[in-house]
């Protein structure tokens, strides 16, 4: 069960990572 939620959470941190970056990168344009 622990796996679960350890994989649900790299999801979600990978997730918001590429939010910010994308934000980011809109910002630079």
């Known amino acids: 069960m622990s796996g679960l939620y350890l994989g ?4 979600a941190g990978a997730l918001l990572v590429y939010l910010v970056y994308a934000l980011l990168k809109a910002e630079d344009l």
């Open 8 to 11: 649900a959470g790299l999801l």
